[in-house]
């Protein structure tokens, strides 16, 4: 395994965090299987903090117990703590917070947290304005996730069609995405969803509608995400949890945040969505009818 030395090195922040300064500084007197693995971390972190001690073995091509072996050489206890150790850098890189748990901290703490992320995710909101008006000029609108992130682009493509939007919800992977964005171009929008984690796919899509150019949009935890890069307008929305690793509540308001500012932006221009919406759902009888309060008949029109 002999990895491009244009690979190594330090190309951006990430690579200042003591952890790949002491690995680098290893190198020259580590076994041979230990340095490939070392330059395996300075040139694909990402393996390391998101795949198992099996995974980083079959891709590269040694035993478990090289690996752990590996772990230990750089001060670790073990292979989950070289990961964690991984882990923290990325977040400190992409400018999230670490998060700091207890078991006792309760209901509380969790609702401190949401308001919290909620407030920064209205503090850096400035591409607002221009989010929704790149969406309202927009052929179509496309947004695509991975992974959790996927059903939040699901949830962001109805909140757009209650606000008079051709919006369409695409894979990030495979066939679908193929077909999906094939005839793209600068008359349309890609939003892109993420949380802490930046799954590869989700990358690609974007990377994809970039080169064609539409204009990308990115709603992800940091505005250090590597979705960033393809992206003309980031919407940050901090996606650290507490005890469960991810939260989608900033993600959430900043999907209802601009689906408001689309509604008000079409009823200055005369528009009534809303209205037009609820006649249909009478129209083709969908509402179900009010109920007596402690009863269980329709609602008397006497």
């Keep these: 395994m002999n990895l491009p030395p244009t690979q190594l090195g330090p190309p951006d922040s990430l690579f200042a965090d003591s952890l790949f300064v002491d690995a680098e500084a290893r190198?020259?007197?580590?076994?041979?299987?230990?340095?490939?693995?070392?330059?395996?971390l300075l040139a694909e972190p990402e393996t390391?903090?998101?795949?198992?001690v099996r995974e980083v073995s079959d891709k590269y091509?040694?035993?478990?117990?090289t690996v752990l072996r590996f772990a230990r050489s750089l001060g670790f206890s073990g292979y989950q703590a070289l990961q964690e150790a991984v882990r923290l850098a990325y977040l400190r890189y992409t400018g999230l917070q670490v998060p700091e748990v207890s078991?006792?901290?309760?209901?509380?703490?969790?609702?401190?947290?949401?308001?919290?992320?909620i407030d920064r995710a209205y503090e850096t909101a400035g591409d607002l304005d221009a989010v929704c008006q790149a969406l309202l000029r927009a052929r179509r609108v496309?947004?695509?996730?991975?992974?959790?992130?996927?059903?939040?682009?699901?949830?962001?493509?109805?909140?757009?069609?209650?606000?008079?939007?051709?919006?369409?919800?695409?894979?990030?992977?495979?066939v679908d995405r193929t077909i999906g964005l094939s005839d793209i171009d600068s008359r349309d929008v890609v939003v892109g969803f993420g949380?802490?984690?930046?799954?590869k796919p989700t990358l690609e899509a974007m990377a994809i509608?970039?080169?064609?150019?539409?204009?990308?949009?990115?709603?992800?935890?940091?505005?250090?995400?590597?979705l960033a890069r393809h992206a003309m307008y980031v919407l940050p929305a901090p996606a650290q949890g507490q005890a469960l690793s991810f939260s989608v509540v900033p993600n959430v308001a900043l999907m209802e945040l601009i689906a408001d500012q689309l509604v008000r932006s079409r009823r200055a221009a005369g528009h009534r969505d809303d209205e037009l919406l609820h006649d249909r759902f009478v129209e083709e009888n969908m509402l179900a009818p009010l109920v007596e309060k402690g009863g269980s008949g329709p609602l008397s029109k006497n």
Excluded at 48 to 52: E, L, P, R, T
Aim: hydrophobic fraction near 45%; charge should be positive; avoid cysteine.
């Design 27 to 40: 190198l020259p007197q580590l076994p041979r299987r230990q340095r490939e693995l070392t330059q395996a």
């Design 48 to 52: 390391f903090a998101f795949g198992s």
């Design 61 to 65: 091509g040694v035993n478990t117990a």
């Design 103 to 117: 078991a006792g901290e309760g209901l509380g703490a969790l609702r401190d947290h949401h308001h919290g992320n």
């Design 142 to 174: 496309i947004v695509t996730g991975e992974s959790i992130s996927a059903s939040l682009a699901q949830l962001f493509v109805r909140m757009l069609r209650f606000a008079n939007l051709r919006a369409e919800f695409v894979s990030a992977s495979g």
């Design 195 to 199: 949380l802490w984690l930046q799954f």
């Design 209 to 226: 509608a970039r080169r064609r150019g539409a204009v990308t949009i990115v709603i992800s935890g940091s505005a250090s995400s590597p």
